[in-house]
């Protein structure tokens, strides 16, 4: 995907869901890096369509603004493999955030600790807000 595609596609997310986004391609990027040889600025292939992928979990989160962690979230909307996939790259990448992104690591920490509500609330989405415009 080239650079002009990755703007188009954050341009779709905000708030929370742009900052949580971030974050992860912030945490792609060590993983990758370290694992995948891949330069620094861009992510290999395989990298590059899991970003992809959670770039749009996060637009269909049916918590929208609200979304608790990942970790902690009672909805489980990740494919096997790419559930998989996230949990290794934020083992890795996690502890490995606090001196590159000071802040994305902490606000990261804190989000862990708060309980997720127990039900998504109706059409909240990023995706549905969006598409209501
Ligand atoms: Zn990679």
Same mark, same amino acid.
């Given at each position: 995907?080239?650079?002009?595609?990755?703007?188009?596609?954050?341009?779709?997310?905000?708030?929370?869901?742009?900052?949580?986004? @971030?974050?992860?391609?912030?945490?792609?990027?060590?993983?990758?890096?370290?694992?995948?040889?891949?330069?620094?600025?861009?992510?290999?292939?395989?990298?590059?369509?899991?970003?992809?992928?959670?770039?749009?979990?996060?637009?269909?989160?049916?918590?929208?603004?609200?979304?608790?962690?990942?970790? @902690?979230?009672?909805?489980?909307?990740?494919?096997?493999?790419?559930?998989? @996939?996230?949990?290794?790259?934020? $083992?890795?990448?996690?502890?490995?955030?606090?001196?590159?992104?000071?802040?994305?690591? $902490?606000?990261?920490?804190?989000?862990?600790?708060?309980?997720?509500?127990?039900?998504?609330?109706?059409?909240?989405?990023?995706?549905?807000?969006? @598409?209501?415009?």
């Amino acid at each position: 995907m080239s650079r002009d595609t990755q703007m188009t596609e954050q341009a779709l997310l905000d708030g929370k869901l742009l900052y949580e986004y @971030k974050t992860m391609s912030a945490m792609v990027q060590i993983y990758c890096k370290a694992h995948h040889h891949a330069a620094c600025v861009e992510q290999c292939e395989d990298c590059q369509a899991f970003l992809e992928y959670a770039h749009t979990r996060l637009d269909r989160c049916p918590y929208g603004q609200d979304k608790p962690t990942c970790n @902690k979230c009672p909805v489980h909307c990740y494919k096997p493999h790419m559930k998989a @996939k996230a949990r290794e790259i934020m $083992i890795f990448a996690g502890p490995r955030m606090l001196l590159p992104h000071p802040i994305m690591a $902490i606000r990261h920490l804190l989000a862990e600790r708060k309980a997720a509500p127990a039900k998504p609330p109706v059409h909240a989405s990023n995706r549905h807000l969006r @598409k209501a415009k």
